[in-house]
């Protein structure tokens, strides 16, 4: 039995360590924010935080998470609310909608780290989540204009 906490709730977890945290989500407890793209960690549409730092969950092993918290977009604090999600709308940035959970997460992971980002400090965080669509300039008018309003606060 693995423990850990998941949006803020705990959840036992009965299944093989080696199991991916992308399928205990989605498979297990039903969560299905985080996407299958890849399975290899090279499209982001899985992204999630684990201890506040950006993660593919398909590569996170369930055994290595014990004790650990997890935050999916459905865990985030007043989620339509949250200055990037409104910049993201604002910005009408999805258009097929697949990768964009992957993608907000990583996004709030680069503007908890830098703030005021620039241009090149999106794309190289960004750069390892894929969009089919080819969303990435108005991705990156969004993040500037969540990062100015955030910075309003």
Known sequence: MIEL?????????????????????RDELGITSAKYGCGIAQCGACTVHIDGNAVRSCQ???GDLAGKSVVTIDGLKNRDQHPLVQAWIEHQVPQCGYCQTG????AIS??????KPTDE????????NLCRCGTYPRIRT????????????
């Open 103 to 106: 993608q907000i997460m990583q």
């Open 5 to 25: 906490t998941i949006n803020g709730t705990k959840h036992q977890v009965d299944v093989v360590p080696e199991m991916p945290l992308l399928w205990v989500l």
């Open 60 to 62: 996170a092993r369930i």
């Open 121 to 128: 400090d999106i794309d190289e965080v960004m750069s390892g």
């Open 142 to 153: 969004a993040i500037h204009a969540a990062a100015a309003k955030m910075a309003e606060k």
């Open 110 to 115: 680069l503007l908890e780290l830098i703030p």
